[in-house]
């Protein structure tokens, strides 16, 4: 069993940022593969980006450059920071925890509860 706990949202202008935590509770956090993903109203949720026990990452085209998913083993924790926000951006921010099937593709089992992210223009 995995609980997380996502946190760190808020409201910011376009072009400001924010740092997204989630704190896991997993006896092998360290090999786990976590991911952020995000759901806007009327839309389906998305995957933002994932990193792998070894520290590998992935990004969706629509915040690589802006976006950096990192971890810390130590405590538990990744976050996902989000630089030059822009509107479209708003969504409420779920982290999960995971692994890659046999084709590599990140298949999420447990979630957080979310942390809203609101972008104004």
């Known amino acids: 069993q995995v609980q997380l706990v996502d946190s760190g949202g808020g409201l910011v202008q376009a072009g400001g940022s924010l740092r997204l935590s989630c704190a896991a509770s997993?006896?092998?956090?360290?090999?786990?593969?976590i991911g952020w993903h995000r759901q806007a109203p009327g839309n389906q949720r998305e995957l933002v980006a994932t990193?792998?026990?070894?520290?590998?990452?992935n990004y969706a085209d629509f915040v690589k450059g802006r976006f950096t998913i990192s971890r810390d083993n130590a405590k538990n924790m990744v976050y996902l920071q989000m630089n030059n926000l822009k509107p479209e951006d708003t969504a409420v921010y779920y982290c999960?925890?995971?692994?890659?099937?046999?084709?590599?593709?990140?298949?999420?089992?447990?979630w957080g509860q979310g942390t809203q992210v609101t972008v104004s223009s």
């Open positions: 990193i792998r026990g070894g520290g590998g990452t």
């Open positions: 999960s925890a995971g692994g890659l099937n046999s084709g590599g593709i990140y298949r999420p089992v447990y």
């Open positions: 997993a006896r092998n956090f360290a090999f786990t593969t």
